[in-house]
């Protein structure tokens, strides 16, 4: 079967005066259809960079992304914009501070012509409450919501273009653990429901552990490492992999032990 | 007895909007002594950044902001000092990293300039070569492997992880008495985020800073805190020692938190519920951790 998304050999280098930084690297793999992709990696290894050249904000330096097996241009067709969906990293920045978040939410729903025009602003308020926030939110600014709450907005505004492919940039990093748990619940109702597929970009490892099908580790721009959940969790190969298993800040016993277990196996590997 | 570093009294915060007053904090009681790490946890929307912003006085310029309660830095009262001292109060000797970016990083100017502007406001005549050098011994400090690049970019052409860090290091560049980190490490990897922590807690060891820690992480905060309040809708349902608060969490509302961290064994997504009338039970306050003044 052809996979939703492709990208061959995508690299990025980007100039920032004398200096030039090589944030992607020869990067290639495959998203199926109906899958959850997690991305992992340190900080600046090219995750968002990614993220931003599958979204055709700006294009690769070399190779080629293509979703159902047509290599996508670098100009997007509206119907390419509305199937793959991006939810930022900031989310205050991705929100026009001089709208409303309904404005903000109505405005994606009728570029794209979803829904009955008169339904719409119905929709707008069903939408928010899907992410937890009242309906009533549709008047506020954004510069009166907290960092969670327009992280939420942020996620509607995804959803609400009924797209295929939705792109999530570190999507609950702002979210306490209850409101973590409902958003994480409802995006994979969503994935059951319509068939979505999610490229889920975070650095949080349990995260990961409860909602991909694959991950995907990078470094340096490289990826190093891309398996099933399962394989990455019982067995990681890289040792960046396993550092950061090593590393999550747990509150149980259990999991304290499990990060011990891997010490000691990242231990023998070096013995 | 010195005066703790930051003591809240009764702080109350409510904004005016179409549908009428809406009540943010409903009496908010809170102290953190002198080089104390005391953590604020709770869900999105309780009032933790509220809270942060009018300890640093930028709420209490709002229109629609009725602010009462007292908030006394270092055995003074806030709301005592004129506008200009508590002006130079911010940035050097009470500074804050920004749970959004765009808060305190400006997008049109590079971090060098950005970060010469900070260090002028406790030397105002150092120069910008003296600056870019103090700035990247502190990038380099925050695990940033290229400072030299990170000082010629604008904040669009980092990473978030790496705005993250320049705020934290920014933050701590002038050696503050009072920290407050909102969310500092949200954007950061785990690996990068113990030593960023470790760093912050060598720092802030170091120079005796107090902080308060703001986060909706469990796992960091049981890492960083010494004492924890949790607050639940705009009231701090329980309070303890970090210790005290792990092992025996007492309040409904924080035994659900505990509960709803995804595990790395991997049971799945939690099952939580999200609201609860037992969430609004009375305030816990474990052994030895009263208020100053008042009988634990
Ligand atoms: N527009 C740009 N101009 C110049 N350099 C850039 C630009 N965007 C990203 N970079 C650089 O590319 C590298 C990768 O950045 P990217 O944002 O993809 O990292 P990331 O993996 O998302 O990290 P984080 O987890 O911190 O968000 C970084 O070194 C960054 O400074
Ligand atoms: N300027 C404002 N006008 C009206 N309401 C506001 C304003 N600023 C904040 N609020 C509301 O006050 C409540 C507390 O906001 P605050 O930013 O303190 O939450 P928080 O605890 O920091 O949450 P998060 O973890 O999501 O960042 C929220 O419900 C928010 O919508
Ligand atoms: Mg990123
Ligand atoms: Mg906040």
Redesign the interface.
């Known amino acids: 079967m052809t996979p939703i998304l492709s990208l061959q050999s995508v690299s990025k280098t980007f100039t920032v005066g004398a200096h030039e930084v090589r944030a992607v690297d020869d990067v290639s793999f495959d998203v199926a259809k109906g899958e959850c992709l997690a991305v992992v990696g340190e900080s600046g290894s090219g995750k968002s960079t990614i993220a931003n050249m599958i979204l055709g904000i700006y294009p690769p330096s070399e190779g080629t992304i293509s979703y159902r097996g047509t290599v996508l241009p670098s100009s997007r067709e509206l119907s390419h914009r509305r199937a793959i969906q991006l939810v930022q990293q900031n989310p205050l920045s991705s929100l026009n501070p001089k709208r409303t978040i309904g404005a903000s939410l109505r405005l994606a729903l009728d570029v794209h012509g979803i829904g009955e025009r008169s339904r719409r602003w119905e929709r707008v308020g069903k939408l928010l409450e899907e992410v937890g926030l009242p309906a009533d939110y549709r008047s506020r600014s954004p510069a009166t919501l907290s960092g969670g709450q327009r992280q939420r907005v942020a996620i509607a505004r995804a959803l609400a273009c009924e797209s295929e492919i939705v792109v999530l940039d570190e999507p609950t990093s702002a979210l306490d653990v209850l409101v973590q748990a409902r958003t994480l619940k409802l995006l994979n109702e969503l994935k059951e429901s319509r068939g979505l597929t999610y490229i889920f970009i975070t650095h949080d490892l349990s995260v990961v552990r409860n909602i991909a099908d694959r991950v995907a580790v990078f470094e340096n721009g490289k990826l190093v490492e891309l398996d099933t959940v399962e394989t990455i969790f019982s067995n990681p190969a890289d040792p960046y992999t396993r550092g950061l298993i090593g590393a999550v800040p747990v509150v149980t016993r259990e999991e304290e032990a499990l990060r011990t277990s891997l010490t000691e196996k990242e231990n023998n590997a070096n013995a | 007895m010195t005066a703790p570093t930051l003591l809240i009294r009764d702080l109350r915060l409510s ?1 005016k909007g ?2 009428g007053l809406v009540e943010v904090l409903h009496g908010i009681s809170l102290h953190i002594d002198k080089g104390e790490r005391v953590a604020l ?5 309780s009032g ?2 509220v809270t942060a912003r009018i300890i640093l006085g930028l709420l209490q310029t709002m229109r629609t902001a009725r602010i009462s309660g007292t908030v006394n830095f270092e055995g003074r009262d806030l709301e005592a000092m004129s506008r200009a001292e508590r002006h130079r109060l911010r940035g050097t000797k009470m500074s804050m990293i920004f ?4 808060s305190s990083l400006n997008p049109v100017y590079r971090i060098s300039e950005q970060f010469h502007e900070v260090l002028k406001r406790m030397v105002p005549g150092i120069g910008r070569a003296e600056a870019d050098r103090k700035a990247a011994a502190m990038l380099a400090d925050v695990s940033i ?2 400072p ?2 990170v000082l ?2 604008y904040p669009f ?6 705005n993250q ?1 320049v705020m934290i290091a920014m933050a701590l560049a002038n050696e503050p008495s009072l920290l407050i980190a ?2 500092p490490g ?9 030593q960023t922590l470790k760093l912050m807690r060598e720092l802030v060891t170091r120079h005796n800073t107090a902080v308060l820690f703001i986060s ?5 905060v ?2 960083f805190a010494d004492r924890i309040y949790v607050i639940y809708k705009g009231r701090i349902v329980e309070h303890g020692k970090a210790t005290q608060l ?1 092992d025996n969490p007492r309040h409904p509302y924080t035994r ?3 509960n ?13 519920q ?1 609201n609860s009338d037992e969430y609004l039970a009375p305030l816990v306050v474990h052994e030895g951790c009263g208020e100053p003044g008042e009988v634990a």
């Open positions: 904004f179409y549908s946890v709770g869900e999105s929307g933790k950044s749970q959004d970016p765009t492997t290229e030299e690049r010629a970019s052409q980092l990473s978030g992880g790496m860090r909102d969310e949200t954007a950061l990897d785990v690996t990068v985020q113990a909706h992480n469990l796992g960091v049981r890492e792990f659900a938190l505990m709803a961290i995804p595990r790395i064994t991997g049971e799945g997504i939690p099952k939580i999200d």
